[in-house]
């Protein structure tokens, strides 16, 4: 005979209803900290007011912002004075006394402190790639209230080189909170590295990256942002993905100062320039053609289809071609 185990406490109806409340309003659910400093899930009663108001309700003054609990005590964090150093390994280098190039192993929130007073202002470029925050991914723990051996203690996490990481699961009341604050005051200070005409590179996936440019415009300002880079990672389709196979990636590019010349052009090499030839003599170098026509027809885009003089005086204009056809290659005089 068995006995069936029953639970001996009664449902949280409190959390049942916001996950109620979750499916049918999900913009007014949000992050925040109980009492007793717990992160949990909670819900925007003004937000929810006005979900289930005809007119527009009153609340706290708004203002475009990217807001999240814990940014203050991010913004804290960059700005912290650390009583670290650097100690050169000599036994470990080559040619110490003559490279010019630096290998930094830490901490990466120390040592970007650390480079403040020699590199400020002064470095070109700078990559990183965060943590995605897939749910599955470790993040650097900034909180060092603890010891480090209480800390390895209760999680049991560090990198490679003894940095302190805490797995951020999507079952994390702060799941986006904490990877904010966790990258907030590191973007702080790699864009005080950067030179006026320096770019920062930030490598990211789809899950994240919304939130990561609304924070980048707040740290570089938003006129400095650059463009958005695709690159395809991988060229296999995943069969064993839940909804899309993705095969791709963003590089967010922000500038330090955005103007023109920040990013500059490589020179042709023979590569490039095997596309180019001269087979008329033109003292003007290589060349090559192009076809000039338009993917529009004349009735749907009239002001592309315009007049074309060459160095010779003859009239060539781009064929006239029927709604919904393909271009057609030749021009005629």
Same mark, same amino acid.
Request: hydrophobic fraction near 35%; include cysteine.
């Given at each position: ?11 949280? *109806? ?5 996950? @109620? ?5 999900? &913009?007014? +659910?949000? #992050? /925040? !900290?109980? %009492? ?29 912002? *990217? ?5 203050? @005590? ?5 700005? &912290?004075? +650390?009583? #670290? /150093? !650097?100690? %050169? ?245």
């Amino acid at each position: 005979m068995t006995v069936e185990k029953r639970k001996m406490h009664s449902p949280d *109806l409190t959390q049942r209803n916001i996950n @109620a409340i979750t499916e049918l309003f999900p &913009t007014v +659910i949000t #992050e /925040t !900290l109980d %009492p007793d400093g717990n992160p949990v899930r909670t819900v925007d009663f003004d937000a929810l007011r006005q979900e289930l108001s005809e007119h527009i309700v009153e609340g706290p003054h708004e203002r475009y912002q *990217l807001d999240w609990p814990g940014k203050r @005590a991010a913004a804290f964090v960059a700005n &912290t004075p +650390i009583a #670290e /150093t !650097l100690r %050169p390994v000599r036994e470990e280098s080559v040619e110490f006394d003559t490279t010019k190039n630096l290998f930094i192993e830490g901490d990466n929130l120390d040592t970007l402190k650390l480079l403040q007073q020699s590199y400020l202002g002064k470095v070109k470029l700078i990559y990183i790639d965060p943590p995605y925050n897939t749910g599955n991914d470790f993040i650097y723990d900034d909180d060092f209230a603890e010891s480090t051996a209480d800390y390895l203690a209760r999680s049991g996490q560090k990198s490679e080189t003894g940095d302190r990481l805490v797995a951020n699961t999507e079952a994390n009341g702060r799941f986006h909170s904490d990877w904010l604050s966790m990258l907030y005051p590191r973007l702080r200070l790699a864009r005080n590295l950067l030179a006026e005409n320096g770019l920062m590179f930030i490598s990211i996936d789809s899950g994240e990256v919304a939130s990561l440019r609304l924070m980048c415009d707040e740290v570089f300002g938003a006129s400095n942002f650059v463009d958005a880079l695709v690159w395809q990672k991988k060229v296999s389709p995943s069969n064993d993905s839940q909804f899309f196979s993705n095969d791709y990636e963003t590089i967010l590019v922000y500038a330090r100062l955005k103007r023109p010349g920040v990013i500059e052009r490589l020179e042709r090499n023979d590569q490039h320039n095997k596309y180019y030839t001269n087979p008329d003599g033109d003292p003007r170098g290589r060349w090559n053609s192009v076809v000039a026509t338009s993917n529009k027809t004349a009735a749907e885009r009239p002001n592309l289809y315009y007049l074309i003089r060459n160095p010779s005086g003859v009239e060539v204009w781009p064929p006239v071609r029927p709604r919904g056809s393909t271009p057609a290659m030749p021009c005629r005089n």
